[in-house]
Structure formats: structure tokens, C-alpha cells
């Protein structure tokens, strides 16, 4: 019981401390490479006993701005609403991580340790759920605090979270269908093996690239960063946490980058084999290349070798999202609306029923 | 339907061809430049700050006269003995008592160093202009203490030629 219990524990401090240190990170990574993007050099003022380390400390430099501004709150407020919707943000942001596997088991002290916080059978209906609850906190930031451009800010947010959560789950139907299966788990199983005389993984993003793409789409503006920044827009067009600073500030600013990694976490496990590492398979004891030729990996080897497979696709990801953000300006309400309800959702129901056709006269 | 596709192309497009600009140039170095750390390099004939080697002038006023900002302030004496020569050979007849330039008011257009005969005022790489009090960009190169201009004024009976503006008279 206890032993469970502390497996239990160390699993969420395992899989929260890598979601809320790959978002730390990103908050680096986001000035480093927006710099190396435009030829600049980016954060490298902060350091540690002289040590620039390329601006990493940064992170700890935000975190003690962030702590010590002044906690402003509106007049006429109340307090507690207003402390609350940070946390809401924050609290929903982190909440799907908890379906995904993040390593299929480990090998300790004669047990196997599933590497999954919560096996469920619908655990990708569980994480769009709990993403698609992101709008409460975002409405609350604006209403609560009596600003009217705070309320169109979440009001537009609400349109357009609204608006993409729709075609966030329509274009998982395909992969779904696919699969055969809603737990995230088994998902990974099904992309942990190889097609073409193992030539190529059998991951989703294969035989799912419309899917795909639109997924990936999708999940920027559910992040509600550039291009889809209508939420939030800082120094144009002003968003919902317009009446906050400090650390709720930094708060709603986390939880932005929380949701990216949280959506790169998403598009791995359903496209990009999750945690399995190409070539390696756990039944054979180790790599089978496409050649014929097989090297043997220790059973905990293959646990550990899976586990980074997952935080480097994962960051891989991640780096393709900044790269995005970086590169594309943003949308007009009206341009981003239309995306979604005239491109985006046509083009996932689309999808939905080719690949039900495919399946259907492909005969599973 | 044919302007959905139109639009469909051209927004597939506007996203991809950013997307690899960007990849391209996320490997390419850097064009910053450190400044404190290190100086950007000048082309060899920028015109920054002005510098006069007083020693090669011969107070021939053309540079405070060409000046379009009466920058150049500058006062002469007859000289009463033989001061010799300078690089270029141009014999120097005259002590130049003053020679201020206001780096503040140098509009850096290079027509003062053009006319100098003695090539003696010359536009050095220094850009580093930045001073606490706007007073210290008057740049002060005659070598002329003024007690030794008191003197010399005092046995020319007080004849002076020169250009002096507004800065001669704060001298």
C-alpha cells in the first residue's frame, strides 16, 4: 500500500517536475531562439558566478522579478476571485500531462512500473476534456476584474478556444478510428512496431498527416500564443490578464508555455510513436534494424532508452512550435475564426470519413 | 469554391515559406555586435570625431570658414619670431592662440578637413562622443596656455585675427 503510494508520488513528481521544467526552459528558449531566428544573440546578460551558460540563468532572474513586483488587485474586486483565476489556468494547463505515458515499464526491484500517472480507457477523451475546461480560467481573468477590454479579450478567447476545441477533437477521430482505441497506452503499442519490412515506424503521422497538421494547428491556438494570440495580444490589442502582475501574472504567462508542452506531449503520443524508439523492441531485447541485424539492450536499457525517446520528441516538438510562433503574425479574429470553422473543420471531417472509408474497405 | 482553393494555396504557402526563412536563418550567425565588449569595425574614411594636430596648423582659417555650423572657433596672433615649419613645408607665421571645435554642434560633414592645407585636421575612427556635460565636447587643441596668450596678446598690442564665434567669447 505505502509502497504504491510512494510509486504513485514519484511518478507525478517525475512527470510534473519534467512538464513544469520544459516549460521553464521554454520561457529560455523562446528568447534564445526568437534571437537565433533574427540573427541576434538573445539573453546573455544574466550569471551565475560569472557563467553566462548561454542565458539559462534568465529563468531564475524571471522567477525573482515575477515574486518581488507588487500584487496589484483592482478596487472593488474580490480578492479571492481574482487570485483564483491564475490558478484555475495554471491548474487545468498541467492536468492532461496526467493520461500521458511517458514510458511504457520499468524494471525495479522485481516489479514493473507502469509509466502512465492514470491508465485509462479514455484517456484522450480525459485530456481534451480537461483542456477544453481552459476557457474558465480565462473568462474569469477577464470578468473578474471589471475591465472591459479584460472582458472582449476573454471573450475572444472564448470564441476562438470555443471555436478550435471543436476541430481539436474531430481531428483525433481519424487517428482514433485508426488505432481502435481512446486509451493513450495503447496508442503508443499500436505505433511501437514498424511497417514496410521495418523500414518505416508505424507512427501516426504517417498514415495520419492531414490529422496531423491540422492537429498541430489546432493545438497552437488552443495554446493562445502567436499566431493565435487574440486572447492575449500583450501591447496591441490587449487580453484577458490586462488587471494582473507579479506572480499571476506569471501565472497565466506559465501556463501558456505549459499548454505548448502539453500539446507537444498530445501530438507525440497520438502521431509520433509516443515514448517507443524506432527499431526497438522491448519483446526482442533490443534494436531489430531493417537489416536484419539486432543489438541487445538490457530490459532496463530499453525502459530508459524509451523514457528519453519521450522528452526528446517531446522537446523536438516543442521547438517546432516556437519556430511557428516566431515565424507567423497574427491573426485577425475574424481570419483566425474563419480558419477554424471553414478550413480547419471541413478538412478534420474530411479526414474522419476518408479514413472510416479507408478502414471500411481496407477491412481492419 | 474556387476562392476557398485560392485562398487555401496562398495561406499554405504564407505559412510554409516563412516557416523555412526562419529555419534558414535560425543557423546563421549572429550580426550582433557586443558593443562595450567589442567595437564595430569603421570603413577606413568614416567621419567621426575631428582631431587637429596643432602642431602642422598654420591658421589659415579656410576650415573655420568652410564650416557650415560654425563649429571652429579659431584666434590668431602675428607671430614675432620664427616658428618653423611644418610636415607639408608651409611656413607658420602666426601663434594659433584658439583653435575649439564643438563636437556637439560638428555636423561630421568632413568639408573643414577637405580644405586644410597642411592636412593637419583630419577626422579620426573615435565615435565615442559621450560625455556627462555637454561643455566637454568643445575640443580644445591650441597649445597655448592662457598665460602665454595673455603675453603674446599683450605684445601684439591686442591684434588678433581669427573666427571666433560664440565659443571664443566662453573661452
Same mark, same amino acid.
Given at each position: 500500500m505505502l509502497r504504491t503510494l510512494l510509486i504513485d508520488v514519484g511518478k507525478a513528481l517525475y512527470l510534473f517536475s519534467g512538464l513544469m521544467g520544459l516549460a521553464a526552459i521554454l520561457t529560455w528558449m523562446e528568447r534564445k531562439q526568437s534571437a537565433l531566428m533574427q540573427d541576434r544573440v538573445g539573453a546573455n546578460r544574466a550569471r551565475i558566478f560569472g557563467l553566462r551558460l548561454l542565458g539559462l540563468p534568465h529563468i531564475i532572474t524571471d522567477a525573482v522579478k515575477l515574486l518581488t513586483k507588487e500584487d496589484f488587485v483592482p478596487a472593488g474586486v474580490p480578492t479571492w476571485l481574482h487570485a483564483l483565476a491564475p490558478w484555475v489556468t495554471l491548474t487545468v494547463a498541467c492536468l492532461p500531462a496526467a493520461a500521458i505515458p511517458f514510458g511504457h515499464v520499468l524494471p525495479w526491484g522485481g516489479q514493473a512500473i507502469e509509466l502512465q500517472l492514470m491508465d485509462m480507457q479514455v484517456g484522450l477523451v480525459y485530456a481534451l476534456a480537461i483542456a477544453s475546461m481552459a476557457i474558465y480560467g480565462v473568462i474569469l481573468a477577464g470578468w473578474v476584474t471589471r475591465n472591459k477590454w479584460a472582458v472582449l479579450g476573454s471573450l475572444r478567447a472564448a470564441a476562438q478556444l470555443i471555436g478550435f476545441g471543436v476541430v481539436l477533437g474531430i481531428s483525433l477521430i481519424g487517428p482514433v478510428l485508426l488505432y481502435g482505441t481512446l486509451n493513450l497506452q495503447e496508442m503508443v503499442h499500436w505505433q511501437d512496431t514498424t511497417v514496410l519490412h521495418g523500414w518505416l515506424p508505424r507512427w501516426g503521422i504517417f498514415f495520419q498527416p492531414l490529422a496531423f497538421l491540422v492537429f498541430l494547428t489546432v493545438g497552437i491556438a488552443e495554446t493562445k500564443r502567436i499566431p493565435f494570440d487574440l486572447p492575449e495580444g500583450e501591447s496591441e490589442i490587449i487580453g484577458y490578464f490586462l488587471e494582473y502582475s507579479g506572480m499571476k501574472f506569471g501565472a497565466f504567462f506559465l501556463a501558456d508555455f505549459i499548454e505548448t508542452v502539453v500539446v507537444a506531449m498530445l501530438t507525440v503520443t497520438v502521431f509520433l510513436g509516443g515514448w517507443s524508439v524506432p527499431y526497438l523492441s522491448a519483446d526482442q531485447g533490443g534494436f531489430v534494424w531493417p537489416w536484419g541485424a539486432h543489438t541487445a539492450v538490457p530490459p532496463a536499457g530499453v525502459a530508459l532508452l524509451q523514457? #528519453? &525517446?519521450?522528452?526528446?520528441? /517531446?522537446?523536438?516538438?516543442?521547438?517546432?512550435?516556437?519556430?511557428?510562433?516566431?515565424?507567423?503574425?497574427?491573426?485577425?479574429?475574424?481570419?483566425?475564426?474563419?480558419?477554424?470553422?471553414?478550413?480547419?473543420?471541413?478538412?478534420?471531417?474530411?479526414?474522419?470519413?476518408?479514413? #472510416? &472509408?479507408?478502414?471500411?474497405? /481496407?477491412?481492419? | 469554391m474556387k476562392y476557398w482553393w485560392y485562398r487555401f494555396y496562398y495561406t499554405t504557402r504564407g505559412v510554409l515559406w516563412p516557416l523555412w526563412v526562419g529555419l534558414v536563418n535560425l543557423?546563421?550567425?549572429?550580426?550582433?555586435?557586443?558593443?562595450?565588449?567589442?567595437?564595430?569595425?569603421?570603413?577606413?574614411?568614416?567621419?567621426?570625431?575631428?582631431?587637429?594636430?596643432?602642431?602642422?596648423?598654420?591658421?589659415?582659417?579656410?576650415?573655420?570658414?568652410?564650416?557650415?555650423?560654425?563649429?571652429?572657433?579659431?584666434?590668431?596672433?602675428?607671430?614675432?619670431k620664427d616658428l618653423g615649419v611644418t610636415n607639408t613645408g608651409h611656413k607658420k607665421k602666426l601663434y594659433v592662440t584658439i583653435f575649439d571645435i564643438d563636437e556637439a554642434k560638428c555636423c561630421y560633414c568632413n568639408l573643414c578637413t577637405e580644405v586644410c592645407p597642411t592636412e593637419c585636421l583630419v577626422m579620426t575612427p573615435n565615435f565615442e562622443g559621450s560625455v556627462y556635460d555637454r561643455y566637454n565636447l568643445i575640443l580644445r587643441f591650441a597649445k597655448i596656455t592662457p598665460e602665454e596668450r595673455?603675453?603674446?596678446?599683450r605684445k601684439a598690442g591686442g591684434k588678433t585675427a581669427g573666427v571666433t564665434g560664440i565659443l571664443a567669447r566662453k573661452a
Open positions: 523514457m #528519453a &525517446a519521450f522528452w526528446v520528441k /517531446v522537446f523536438a516538438v516543442c521547438w517546432l512550435l516556437l519556430l511557428i510562433r516566431w515565424t507567423l503574425p497574427r491573426f485577425r479574429i475574424d481570419q483566425a475564426v474563419r480558419l477554424g470553422w471553414q478550413y480547419l473543420l471541413p478538412l478534420s471531417v474530411l479526414n474522419t470519413f476518408g479514413t #472510416a &472509408a479507408v478502414l471500411l474497405i /481496407v477491412g481492419q | 543557423f546563421r550567425r549572429p550580426v550582433t555586435i557586443q558593443y562595450p565588449h567589442e567595437k564595430p569595425r569603421l570603413f577606413p574614411r568614416s567621419r567621426m570625431m575631428l582631431y587637429n594636430d596643432i602642431d602642422n596648423c598654420i591658421g589659415c582659417l579656410q576650415c573655420a570658414r568652410v564650416c557650415p555650423v560654425d563649429c571652429i572657433a579659431i584666434e590668431t596672433v602675428k607671430a614675432d595673455a603675453e603674446i596678446l
